[in-house]
């Protein structure tokens, strides 16, 4: 894992200048990462681990990371005020409107207003292949009134059941039992909407990536590997 980091710290340019010997890097700003809408604006690296999902910092030389492998990492930059700020968004964080609080702590802690901001969506799972359950859909549809456009039905064919119809009657009426449709949420049009309402301009929003699950040849994706797979990164920074 530390050869892994060094590599990437290194590719991304991320060394401190004017020493000699072995390479020194930016310090990397982690967090033990639990699906919430908690946020923290540092100014330093922390000697203690921070509980949370979001990450904030307006001094040159951190780099401040999210790690992720179907969730999504959203990035915020903001270049009049030189500040950036990361975030990790599941279903979870989503609902709870993590990164449109990020906004709001953007402009609490150093003033940034929502059209100057640069938002970047990494590669997460889409919609194509995050099925969800119905309590999913139904949190979303409490929160947020464009809900019904995030979600999408499929309704699931079974071969047998249209071949052999009798072998599937019940005692309810109209005397077939149906198999439930399949629910599919778009999460990151989710949390683009959110950046819109947040006041970022449609231009200023940027999708990378493809879908984590549909391409397991390049990205860890938690869903499609059953839990054993590495994790991908997503850092910002602000050069010194």
Not at 219 to 225: D, G, H, N, V
Request: aromatic share 6%; glycine share 10%; hydrophobic share 40%.
């Amino acid at each position: 894992m530390h050869r892994n980091r060094a590599a990437f710290l290194r590719q991304l340019g991320a060394v401190v200048k004017g020493r000699r010997g072995p390479a020194a890097f930016w310090p990397l700003v982690t967090l033990r990462q639990i699906h919430s809408d908690v946020i923290h604006c540092i100014d330093s690296a922390n000697t203690e681990p921070l509980v949370g999902d979001g990450l904030l910092t307006a001094t040159p030389g951190l780099l401040l990371a999210i790690q992720t492998a179907d969730c999504l990492p959203v990035i915020l930059g903001d270049p009049k005020h030189r500040a950036v700020g990361v975030f990790h968004a599941g279903w979870r964080g989503t609902v709870k409107r993590i990164v449109e609080k990020g906004v709001g702590a953007m402009i609490g802690c150093f003033g940034s207003r929502p059209r100057d901001l640069q938002a970047a969506i990494g590669p997460g799972i889409q919609g194509c292949c995050y099925e969800v359950g119905e309590e999913v859909r139904t949190k979303f549809e409490s929160q947020f009134a464009y809900a019904a456009t995030l979600f999408r039905e499929v309704k699931e064919s079974d071969p047998v059941r249209e071949k052999y119809p009798l072998l599937f009657l019940t005692a309810r009426a109209p005397g077939h039992g149906e198999l439930p449709p399949k629910i599919f949420l778009d999460l990151v049009e989710a949390n683009r909407r959110q950046l819109l309402s947040a006041g970022l301009p449609a231009r200023s929003i940027e999708v990378c990536g493809p879908c984590t699950q549909c391409h397991t040849d390049l990205l860890f994706s938690y869903r499609a590997e059953k839990g054993k797979t590495g994790r991908l990164m997503g850092v910002a920074g602000i050069r010194p």
